[in-house]
């Protein structure tokens, strides 16, 4: 299985809900990544995970909270967004953060509209 | 400071033609690594190419080819006889070595657009 999934595809959330985003890899990567993307803009690191511990946080508000339950799982949850939150959001794993493993492997993206 | 400028925001050609996309990086580190993705309308950013710089040697697979000069900073990315299929935003990408984080510094994108 060479491939990251995420789910949903799509998701409409109101200012004041509560949703998770969902990652998954069985690649046996070490590394784990949330980025954010927004339209005609490159991708922005938001999180970091290597061996399940959160190892970069590039100042993401605290409405963002990922968590990373087990090296294959990788969530995203989502509380008090604001509509400027919308965005495609994308999941990327390596097989470590070592300099001979590290191109990323991403998955195709959760579009979130927040209204 | 890193950065990786791609000049051309948008290029349109018809199917066949030859095109270059351009990539140009700033860094101060002797070791790096860069990358090309390319994202089509369906959102998942695909792989290409890893090049480390100690590897200068060009690299051809099929149609693609990518020509690496570090006296001049480039990383181009050539598709040769294109297709509709290439139509995609491409992200020319680099990164530190020796990054804890493995954080990528991403060019703005060159969204290719292939015409029948």
């Known amino acids: 299985d060479t491939e990251v999934t995420q789910t949903p595809k799509h998701l409409v959330m109101g200012m004041t809900n509560k949703k998770s985003l969902k990652c998954e890899q069985h690649?046996?990567?070490?590394?784990m990544y949330w980025y954010k993307q927004k339209a005609k803009k490159p991708p922005e690191l938001m999180f970091v995970?290597?061996?399940?511990?959160?190892?970069i946080n590039e100042s993401v508000p605290s409405r963002f909270s990922p968590e990373c339950p087990n090296s294959s799982l990788l969530n995203l949850h989502l509380h008090a967004l604001q509509p400027e939150d919308s965005a495609l959001y994308l999941c990327?794993?390596?097989?470590?953060?070592?300099?001979?493993?590290?191109?990323?492997?991403f998955g195709p993206g959760t579009r979130l509209t927040v209204l | 400071a890193q950065k990786v400028t791609q000049a051309q925001t948008e290029i349109s050609v018809v199917e066949k033609e030859d095109v270059t996309l351009d990539c140009v990086y700033e860094t101060r580190d002797t070791t790096y690594y860069l990358f090309w993705y390319k994202q089509p309308p369906s959102g998942e950013l695909v792989f290409l190419i890893r090049?480390?710089?100690?590897?200068?040697q060009n690299e051809i697979s099929g149609r693609y080819s990518w020509n690496f000069q570090k006296s001049t900073s480039s990383f181009n990315f050539t598709i040769t006889a294109s297709q509709v299929v290439d139509s995609a935003v491409y992200f020319c990408a680099l990164r530190k070595s020796n990054n804890a984080g493995n954080m990528l510094t991403f060019g703005g994108g060159t969204r290719l657009m292939v015409k029948p």
């Open positions: 995970y290597s061996y399940e511990k959160l190892s």
């Open positions: 990327a794993s390596s097989q470590s953060l070592a300099d001979s493993y590290n191109e990323q492997f």
């Open positions: 090049r480390n710089s100690f590897d200068e």
């Open positions: 690649m046996g990567h070490r590394a």
